[in-house]
């Protein structure tokens, strides 16, 4: 079963591709190369410069020393021009990386360090058009299960954002990277995580936050209205 923190790592692979490729990236991509079926966790296109890159995130020692994928011929390394290995902040070093692969690391606040530079490499087994197929495919299906648009899509339509008090926001933990709903104050600096095996406190100004909804003076004063009115 996926992890958290790896399914963590792999959507902020997604991001970090999107920001250096522009054109088509998308996390999953189903590859078949030489009889053999191999997933990149992302991989990005970028069509002016006919150029692909993977993304292979690693959330353990155990996961990296398995990955036979990571040595062979039909690699991740062999299939595009640029491959990455995305890891936890100081879980590798870069002289145990394979051949052409470069290093990305992630501190507790999903800032991503690129630890050593991927080597070019020369001739992909695979076509651009391939490449582009595949990764078109597996952005469409993600479409169909949009999690960010869930997590932010506002019921309310701004209603009490004015002048507002509180929010109800997604934040993600730094320690545990378990995502939850919290409701803070608009000066508030930090929340207790909800998982209860973690507890952490997370700081707002840092963690990966997305508001769904704001709340002002009119909101409480029509839901003590309510309340009342029910008790009454």
């Avoid at 960010?148 to 730094?174: M, Q, R, W, Y």
Wanted: with cysteine.
């Amino acid at each position: 079963m996926e992890s958290t923190l790896h399914k963590h790592l792999k959507k902020l692979s997604l991001y970090w591709l999107k920001a250096k490729m522009t054109d088509l990236c998308a996390n999953e991509v189903k590859l078949f190369v030489r009889r053999k079926k191999i997933q990149a966790d992302a991989l990005g296109i970028n069509l002016k410069r006919q150029e692909a890159r993977i993304i292979e995130v690693k959330s353990s020692r155990s996961d990296f020393l398995r990955d036979e994928v990571l040595h062979s011929s039909y690699g991740y390394h062999a299939v595009s021009d640029y491959t990455y290995i995305m890891t936890p902040e100081d879980l590798l070093t870069v002289e145990e990386l394979p051949a052409r692969y470069g290093l990305l690391e992630v501190d507790d606040y999903d800032n991503i360090t690129v630890k050593k530079k991927p080597t070019k490499n020369p001739k992909r087994i695979m076509t651009l058009e391939t490449l582009l197929k595949r990764t078109g495919r597996a952005a469409t299906n993600a479409v169909l299960f949009q999690e960010l648009s869930k997590e932010t899509k506002d019921v309310t339509g701004g209603k009490f954002a004015s002048n507002a008090a509180a929010s109800l926001i997604h934040a993600t933990c730094p320690v545990c990277k378990k995502r939850h709903k919290y409701l803070v104050g608009t000066k508030q600096e930090e929340v207790e995580c909800q998982t209860a095996s973690c507890r952490q406190a997370i700081p707002l100004d840092k963690a990966r936050v997305h508001i769904i909804t704001k709340y002002n003076e009119d909101f409480y004063e029509e839901l003590s209205a309510l309340i009342k009115e029910d008790k009454g």
